[in-house]
């Protein structure tokens, strides 16, 4: 009599953020995720586009969990078993600037995009004010926004710290890649700080981008690099940088070019940076474009 074999389970198929899943199924998830999305964006705008694919894509983004399944996987590399979220480098880096002494100043106004945890900084709450935030919120102390909606004007200056960590290479579409620093530059208090964490592959595998080309282009938006911190055959790269005033250089290597990028690994859309100087965000949100 012939054995009966038990249907597997999904990786996904699991409600629980523990650390007891797989770190391989975790990363799959989650790279997987990256080329639908990516795939998705593309469809969309392609003047000829496959109707029929396009909706195989978005099926299998559903089939796979969604936005859920991904906030999931991610928060399981964030484990404490597994060196836990990039917030402490940030708050190492904060504390060796002296920051934590606040004697009569208030506390630090952190704005935390793609928050996935509401605690995070708990152990910062008496010289950082935080406020978690992610398109889709997992607890009720965690603010329900997308970031690239949130009002400039309203929010300009308003912030001391803003982290974008493994933020901006989830956003599929190039130009709001670059949109997306741009608004965290307006949103920054003079002096403020960018938080910004990427994966390695990001910078390293990338046709379009690297190191250099990333500091080029901060520095023409208008920051400041303070702290680096990466490694050799590492999975993740972290910056500190600060506010400064935009850069008045040649924008000519930001400019858009055309290329076949379906097979650039995490590199995308090469970065474009048209007029910026003097120009709102809103003014250059359709043409501001970071490739990560």
């Known amino acids: 009599m012939s054995k009966t074999r038990k249907k597997k389970t999904p990786v996904t198929n699991t409600d629980k953020a523990t650390s007891s899943s797989n770190p391989h199924s975790s990363r799959t998830v989650i790279r997987r995720f990256h080329v639908l999305l990516k795939k998705q964006q593309q469809l969309k705008h392609a003047p000829s586009s496959d109707a029929q694919e396009l909706r195989d894509v978005e ?6 969990g969604g936005l ?12 404490n078993d597994r060196g836990g979220g990039s917030e402490k480098v940030l708050i190492q880096w904060l504390i060796n600037m002296g920051l934590q002494k606040r004697e009569g100043k208030g ?11 509401p605690d995070n900084y708990g152990m910062c709450t008496s010289w950082i004010d935080t ?16 970031f690239l909606l949130m009002d400039e004007d309203e929010n300009r200056g308003r912030w001391d710290i803003i982290s974008l960590s493994l933020v901006v ?30 994966p390695l592959p990001c910078m390293e595998n990338s046709r379009y981008l ?18 680096l911190k990466w490694k050799k055959g590492g999975k993740m790269a972290y910056w500190l940088y600060r506010k400064g005033e935009r850069d008045h250089g040649p924008l000519g290597e930001f400019r858009k070019k055309t290329h076949d990028y ?3 690994h995490c590199g995308d859309e090469p970065p474009e940076l048209p007029q910026l100087r003097g120009q709102s965000t809103a003014a250059v949100n359709e043409k501001c474009v970071y490739g990560g």
């Open 210 to 227: 690297s190191f250099d080309k990333l500091q080029s282009l901060t520095t023409v938006i208008g920051f400041i690099e303070v702290q």
């Open 169 to 198: 290479n989830f956003v599929p579409d190039a130009k709001d890649r670059g949109r997306m620093l741009c608004l965290a530059h307006a949103m920054l208090a003079p002096e403020g700080l960018l938080f910004l964490a990427l």
């Open 262 to 264: 379906s097979t650039d």
């Open 68 to 79: 859920a399944a991904y906030q999931r996987m991610s928060s399981v590399g964030q484990g």
């Open 107 to 117: 506390k630090l106004k952190l704005l935390e995009v793609g928050a996935l945890k």
């Open 131 to 146: 406020t978690p935030m992610d398109l889709r919120s997992r607890h009720p102390s965690i603010l329900e926004q997308d």
């Open 59 to 64: 099926r299998e983004i559903e089939e796979m």
